[in-house]
T-cell receptor
Framework: AQSVAQPEDQVNVAEGNPLTVKCTYS??????LFWYVQYPNRGLQFLLK????DNLVKGSYGFEAEFNKSQTSFHLKKPSALVSDSALYFC????????????????WGLGTSLAVNP | NAGVTQTPKFRVLKTGQSMTLLCAQD?????MYWYRQDPGMGLRLIHY???????AKGEVPDGYNVSRLKKQNFLLGLESAAPSQTSVYFC????????????FGPGTRLTVT
């Protein structure tokens, strides 16, 4: 069965330090992987995705994520955290269409709350 | 483009009342989704649609109905609201043409008393 795990409910980092938000997955075939961010009282915003190709994916707001097939992980990273990065981060995964057919549903992690302290 | 919009933004219902949440997108997307978000439970898919005139159940469909009479609109109905339906509801859409991400609306905060 498909699943996504975000093992940390909350991550705290100091401003200027690197940050990592972890995500592991379990799907059939090669996964399509996504990161979204949710600021307080807002909808989710797309950050980045991995479909194929280079394992390091760059996205919005200086974020990047590294796909590791052997560890089935897709961790979100940023070299230098900002206080404005404080938000809820969601990892999501989708099976390739040849496995999922017409079903383009995403499987969502439970989210990780990132707090960046001044 | 307005993207994905949701109406209303807030609503308080009494148990047993009914209401309809409207989602509209102006991006000509084929796929639309309704989620609910509850603390500690992430996003849970209620219903979705793969095109005009189609609907399908997600993981938590009980107590909800949906309709997609026009491609740009996806309606979520609560026929008899229950306190367990107190939640924040998000609509999302995606083109359905490839490896596409979902675009989200701003959400509707619903309280059932």
């Amino acid at each position: 069965a498909q699943s996504v795990a975000q093992p940390e409910d909350q991550v705290n980092v100091a401003e200027g330090n690197p940050l990592t938000v972890k995500c592991t997955y379990s799907v059939s075939g090669n996964p399509y992987l996504f990161w979204y961010v949710q600021y307080p009282n807002r909808g989710l915003q797309f950050l980045l995705k991995y479909i194929t190709g280079d394992n390091l994916v760059k996205g919005s707001y200086g974020f990047e994520a590294e796909f590791n097939k052997s560890q089935t992980s897709f961790h979100l990273k940023k070299p230098s955290a900002l206080v404005s990065d404080s938000a809820l981060y969601f990892c999501a995964v989708r099976e390739p269409l040849r496995w999922a057919g017409n079903n383009r549903k995403l499987i969502w992690g439970l989210g990780t709350s990132l707090a960046v302290n001044p | 483009n307005a993207g994905v919009t949701q109406t209303p933004k807030f609503r308080v219902l009494k148990t047993g009342q009914s209401m309809t949440l409207l989602c509209a997108q102006d991006m000509n997307h084929e796929y639309m989704y309704w989620y609910r978000q509850d603390p500690g439970m992430g996003l849970r898919l209620i219903h979705y649609s793969v095109g005009e005139g189609t609907t399908a159940k997600g993981e938590v469909p009980d107590g909800y109905n949906v309709s997609r009479l026009k491609k740009q609109n996806f309606l979520l109905g609560l026929e008899s609201a229950a306190p367990s339906q107190t939640s924040v509801y998000f609509c999302a859409s995606t083109p359905g043409t490839g490896n596409d991400e979902q675009y989200f609306g701003p959400g509707t905060r619903l309280t059932v008393t």
